[in-house]
């Protein structure tokens, strides 16, 4: 990314100078290294360079392959590189039928309801491969469903999510998980983009006490299908509370199909586990860009499941007797991995939680840790500040003890790491901070918890097979140790990364591997350095501290949102003529939203346009989408050339200094716009505390391109 030359913003976003303290190491305790996977220096070398790529041969013999593979890395058609190849295997038969015969019984899912009074269904491997079967039998008859198709979901946190999950790809069928939280809109277009003419949804869920109407949203998704010229067949619904129906809409006769019932002929029912090659798919997974469209991330099977394997086996440490709880939302990457395909490939025991980590109380998260005695314990620096903001003294309240904490999605204040560290973990965990992406499959840098200290606010290294680089803009190293932060890349590719986006082969390369190519006719992976879009300071200690995203994406509570989709969510709005979306700095959540608006002209500024505002976009994307405030403007600040300058209302939004303005087109309304805004926040007491350098930097150059 290049930013426009002007007095203030001379550097390039990345190359500037990042100073804070640097933290000190925190050893982990003494019992968690006596137990660790990796707890032998050994492993370092054998995922030394020189071992690459052949060291992935020891994730690949995590799992169980039908048909052993050739070649561990093919690169003869660049980027779209292959892992295992020649491999054959079944990603349901390796999270499932193989533990059978030594673990049925074991709970392969604990699944806690979010009302406290309803019980908690235990899942073990026995019962999960009834499930999974049966549904199994359910996709490929009743809904006609093979190899290579494509299923929507669009589930909440419940069972029925994984059971899903893993029959269709018992028989090879690719499955798009929507997040549960987006809107019927978002799910419709995400439908649409992966052609799939089933939708699977279920009645109703739980969310902070209320029985949410879910259905309502799978007739939003159809239409919104149809719009865009896609239709959707049939819509499998299943019940919150079997027997009962939970939402208001009414069920479409020839459409909508109750899955306890169209389910009845199958009971009992096993389907062989098809045999797919390593490099077919296994799921989607939608993500933000910069441009207005989600990319269809497309994973595999062997190298996603492999990579999934072996980081949930050494980063996450899970030994065949823990109890592993990911707080994540299977709707999201970190869900698929590590929820679902990392600890039951391990067969491991996953915890699942439907609701509010908070609902109905401060405790709730450490009485579900105290009653399962989970003892690896996952989630989100978001997740942590509203847990330490609602209740500060109450894990010491509950009898439980973590041996290893994950904290992923964005980057963690050192303050509220130590809290983590301190009070949740009771100094007796180990603490892995991971950095990845939805791009990604798995990890990309964290410290490995039995062999490499921990330090507050940074990721750590490269994860084992993962050599990352920071660049500057010329592609230059920024060396460790410099102070200057750059483009995080990584050298190498690696089994988890993905295959392309679905559809999109040419954005796919544009997006992740044009900027640092040396040569596009290379079939030599060294050539090839995958662009993150994520800016980072080397340590010289090898550590990376991630900065946050380089690109028009904000980072709302660790997921992303990109700026282009909440601005078009907007112009949905026949009042609306311009809208930009900005990040401002929000001590919950990282990083919030606030749209700024211009109306058309006849059309008034008021309170309700404004939340008309708000709704388009809870409409368009989903609740997690709502701005914080939208601002009704007269007119945005525009260069010359008519381009809406987001860095200043960003500096507005955040009380920082707008900079250079005399070249803008129209510079009086910067004036304007701040007394509105600020005199606004001043009012309600919504003032941010001083910037961090790195956070003053991300916004004086936010949407710098456009
Ligand atoms: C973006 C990816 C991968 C799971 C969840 C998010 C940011 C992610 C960290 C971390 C600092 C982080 C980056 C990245 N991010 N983990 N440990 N420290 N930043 O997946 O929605 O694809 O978002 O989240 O900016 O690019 P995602």
Same mark, same amino acid.
């Given at each position: ?7 203030d913003f ?21 019992k968690?290294?006596?137990?660790a996977n990796a707890?032998d220096p $050994?492993i370092?070398?054998r995922?030394?360079?020189? *071992?690459?790529p ?6 690949a013999?995590?799992?169980?392959w ?8 093919d690169t003869s *058609?660049?980027?779209?590189?292959? +892992?295992f190849?020649?491999?054959?295997? *079944?990603?349901?038969y390796n ?9 049925r ?12 009074t309803?019980?908690t ?11 999974? *079967?049966?549904?199994a039998?359910?996709?490929?008859d009743?809904?006609?469903?093979k190899a290579?198709?494509?299923v929507?979901?669009?589930?909440p946190?419940?069972?029925?999510? &994984? ?17 549960g939280?987006?809107?019927g ?6 439908i ?9 949804t279920i ?10 109407d ?5 007739d ?5 299908a ?7 067949e ?11 129906y939970?939402?208001?809409t ?5 459409r909508?199909f109750?899955v ?19 490099e ?10 910069s441009?207005g469209? &989600?990319?269809?991330c ?5 190298g ?5 394997a072996?980081?949930?086996k050494?980063?996450q ?7 592993y709880?990911c707080?994540?939302?299977?709707g ?7 929820i ?6 391990l067969g491991?025991?996953?915890?699942m ?6 609902y ?6 450490w ?13 989100a620096p978001?997740t942590i500040?509203?847990?330490?903001k609602?209740? &500060? ?5 509950y009898d439980?003890h973590?041996?290893h ?8 204040e050192?303050?509220?790491?130590? +809290?983590?560290?301190n ?12 950095w +990845?992406?939805?791009e990604?499959g ?6 490995l918890?039995g062999?490499? &200290?921990m330090?507050p606010g940074s ?20 060396? $460790?140790?410099?102070?200057r932060?750059g483009?995080?890349c990584? /050298?190498?590719? +690696? ?6 986006i ?7 390369v ?9 040569d596009?006719n ?6 090839w350095?995958?662009?993150?879009g994520?800016g980072?300071v ?5 550590y990376?501290?991630?900065?946050g995203?380089v ?6 509570a660790?997921? /992303?949102l ?18 930009a979306?900005?990040?401002?700095i929000?001590?919950l ?9 211009a109306?058309?002209?006849g ?9 008309k505002v ?7 994307i ?5 701005p914080?405030?939208?601002w009704i403007v ?5 260069? /010359?050339?008519?381009k809406?300058? /987001?860095?200043?209302? $960003?500096s507005?939004?955040?009380?920082a200094?707008?900079?250079d303005i005399?070249?803008? $087109?129209?510079p009086?309304i910067?004036h ?6 600020q005199g606004?926040k001043?009012a309600?007491g919504?003032?941010?505390?001083e910037?961090?350098?790195s956070?003053?930097?991300?916004i ?5 391109e456009?």
């Amino acid at each position: 990314m290049v930013v426009e030359k002007s007095a203030d913003f001379e550097v390039p976003e990345a190359q500037i100078a990042v100073h804070w303290r640097e933290e000190e190491y925190i050893y982990p305790p003494s019992k968690f290294i006596a137990q660790a996977n990796a707890g032998d220096p $050994a492993i370092m070398k054998r995922f030394s360079e020189s *071992n690459y790529p052949e060291c992935f041969k020891e994730y690949a013999d995590l799992l169980t392959w039908d048909h052993y593979w050739h070649t561990t890395l093919d690169t003869s *058609n660049p980027p779209f590189w292959k +892992w295992f190849v020649g491999g054959r295997l *079944n990603a349901s038969y390796n999270c499932v039928d193989r533990h059978l015969a030594k673990n049925r019984n074991k709970a392969a899912l604990i699944w806690v309801p979010e009302i406290e009074t309803e019980a908690t269904q235990v899942i073990t491997y026995q019962e999960l491969h009834r499930r999974v *079967n049966e549904f199994a039998a359910l996709l490929s008859d009743f809904a006609g469903l093979k190899a290579g198709d494509r299923v929507t979901f669009h589930l909440p946190m419940v069972p029925e999510l &994984p059971v899903a999950m893993l029959a269709a790809a018992r028989l090879g069928i690719i499955h798009s998980e929507v997040f549960g939280g987006f809107s019927g809109n978002a799910a419709g277009e995400r439908i649409a983009d992966a052609s799939s003419h089933v939708l699977v949804t279920i009645d109703s869920y739980y969310r902070n006490g209320q029985l949410l109407d879910h259905k309502a949203k799978a007739d939003e998704a159809v239409l919104r299908a149809h719009d865009l010229g896609f239709d959707v067949e049939k819509v499998l619904v299943f019940q919150r509370h079997a027997g009962s129906y939970g939402s208001q809409t009414p069920m479409v006769a020839g459409r909508d199909f109750f899955v306890d019932e169209v389910i009845k002929p199958y009971r009992d029912q096993l389907v062989e586990p098809v045999s797919m090659p390593a490099e077919s798919p296994l799921f989607l997974m939608y993500t933000s860009g910069s441009t207005g469209k &989600p990319k269809g991330c497309q994973h595999s099977t062997g190298g996603y499941l492999s990579y999934v394997a072996g980081t949930s086996k050494f980063y996450q440490d899970i030994h065949p007797e823990d109890t592993y709880w990911c707080m994540a939302d299977i709707g999201w990457i970190t869900g698929h991995s590590y929820i679902v395909y990392g600890p039951l490939a391990l067969g491991a025991t996953s915890v699942m939680y439907e609701g509010v980590p908070t609902y109905p109380d401060a405790g709730r998260t450490w009485r579900i840790a105290e009653r399962l005695g989970v003892n690896i314990f996952h989630t989100a620096p978001t997740t942590i500040r509203m847990l330490r903001k609602l209740g &500060p003294d109450e894990p010491a309240k509950y009898d439980y003890h973590f041996k290893h904490m994950t904290t992923v999605g964005e980057p963690i204040e050192p303050d509220v790491w130590r +809290w983590y560290y301190n009070v949740v973990g009771k100094g007796e965990a180990a603490i892995v901070d991971t950095w +990845w992406q939805t791009e990604n499959g798995g990890f990309l840098g964290s410290t490995l918890p039995g062999l490499q &200290p921990m330090k507050p606010g940074s990721c750590g290294p490269g994860v084992l097979g993962v050599f990352p680089v920071v660049y500057d803009e010329d592609g230059k190293v920024v060396p $460790a140790g410099s102070g200057r932060a750059g483009n995080i890349c990584i /050298r190498n590719p +690696w089994p988890g990364i993905f295959q392309t986006i679905w559809g999109e082969p040419e954005r796919f390369v544009k997006t992740y591997y044009e900027k640092y190519n040396r040569d596009p006719n290379s079939h030599d992976w060294r050539d090839w350095p995958y662009f993150a879009g994520d800016g980072a300071v080397q340590a010289s200690d090898g550590y990376f501290r991630i900065l946050g995203r380089v690109d028009d994406v904000i980072n709302v509570a660790g997921h /992303r949102l990109g700026t282009k989709e909440l601005e078009s969510a907007c112009l949905t709005l026949p009042e609306v003529a311009e809208a930009a979306a900005v990040p401002v700095i929000d001590e919950l959540r990282g990083r919030a939203v606030e749209m700024y608006i211009a109306l058309k002209t006849g059309f008034t500024a008021s309170a309700e346009m404004e939340e008309k505002v708000a709704l388009a976009i809870e409409t368009e994307i989903g609740r997690i989408a709502r701005p914080k405030n939208v601002w009704i403007v007269a007119d945005m600040p525009k260069t /010359r050339s008519g381009k809406i300058m /987001r860095r200043i209302i $960003a500096s507005i939004s955040n009380f920082a200094d707008v900079g250079d303005i005399t070249t803008l $087109a129209n510079p009086e309304i910067v004036h304007d716009i701040r007394m509105h805004v600020q005199g606004e926040k001043v009012a309600k007491g919504d003032v941010p505390r001083e910037l961090t350098n790195s956070e003053l930097e991300e916004i004086k150059s936010f949407g710098a391109e456009s």
